[in-house]
């Protein structure tokens, strides 16, 4: 994070431009969250990304109304494009 | 959009963003994915196989318009409805 | 202009776009426009048992707004020029000079 001490990040796209062929964490709408190497975006944040590995979060409801435990169903994609719409968040992945 | 001048006069199948089902002739479009549809019939999916209710002709705005499909008019013919069983399309969430 | 021109590339691939109702569809990418509308065919639905809407349709139009997600393999994509491209912010028809790109 020494580019943001430096001032070299001036708007929040220089952040995910900084990203760029690096491994992101991304958040997306219908609590998914994604990881994997960026390669592209652009102002409405749509993505490629390589690599990647799906989360979805999902709470089931029983028949009385009562919510299970949460659970994580994965998935892997080898070269995702993202549309930008669904896009909450992204971050850089610091290993 | 001129990918949907390929499908005019033809059967087409549109899924709407509420997930309905409607075939029709297509008759024409306009660049906002307006659709004008004649002998409309929507196909309802459900558990106990598909409804078919007649609609007639029917103009659809564009912005409720998810998928536009060219139907194999053959294959279609093919198919017993009555046998097919499934839950209805999702809606479209952003 | 970007994802429009990567999309162009794409032509004639086999692509799985994965909608927001949960609808996968794979088929071969026919064209694009600058509003990220798909056109597919030769088209097959991902789970078939629970998804049998699209059973006689042969080919489609998809509505860039539906899609969420679109599948490819990693062999049709040149990662380091989509790099290049998303840096410099140009017209990726520009870098990709000497691609295909029709």
Redesign the interface.
């Known amino acids: 994070m020494e580019q943001v001490a430096a001032g070299t990040i001036s708007e929040p796209l220089d952040l995910v ?1 900084l990203s ?2 690096e491994r992101v964490f991304i958040k997306l ?2 609590d998914r969250t994604l990881t994997g ?1 960026l ?4 102002a409405h944040m ?1 993505l ?1 990304l ?1 690599q990647v590995e799906e989360n979805i979060h999902i709470v089931d409801v029983g028949e009385d109304g009562t919510a299970a435990p949460p659970r994580i169903e994965r998935r892997g ?7 930008g ?2 896009v909450i968040l992204v971050s850089p992945l610091l290993e | 959009m001129s990918a949907v001048e390929a499908y005019v006069d033809h059967t087409v199948q549109v899924i709407l963003y509420d997930g309905r089902v409607i075939v029709g002739k297509l008759r024409g479009y306009d660049p906002r994915t307006n659709l004008i549809l004649s002998d409309c019939v929507e196909r309802e999916y459900s558990l106990e196989g598909v409804e078919m209710v007649p609609l007639g002709l029917y103009m659809i705005k564009g912005d409720n318009v998810a998928i536009i499909g060219e139907m194999d008019e053959d294959k279609d013919g093919s198919i017993d409805y009555t046998e097919i069983k499934a839950e209805p399309l999702g809606e479209i ?2 | 202009m ?2 429009f021109s ?2 162009k590339t794409l032509t004639d691939q086999v692509i799985t776009v994965e909608l ?1 109702n949960d609808l996968c569809i794979t088929g071969t990418l026919k064209s694009v426009d600058q509003f ?1 509308n798909i056109r597919l065919d030769g088209i097959t639905v991902e789970d078939p048992e629970r998804h049998p809407h699209m059973m006689a349709v042969k080919n489609c139009f998809i509505r ?2 539906v ?8 062999r ?2 040149d ?1 380091t020029l ?2 290049d ?3 410099r912010g140009e017209f990726m028809v520009r870098v990709l000079k000497g691609l295909r790109v029709d």
Request: net charge positive; charged share 25%.
């Open positions: 431009k760029l062929g709408r219908g190497n390669h592209a975006y652009d749509n490629v390589s994609f080898e070269m995702l494009f993202i549309r719409d669904s | 969430r952003l | 970007l994802f990567f999309f927001k990220l860039g707004s899609v969420r997600y679109v599948r490819m393999g990693a049709s994509v990662t989509l790099e491209a998303t840096r």
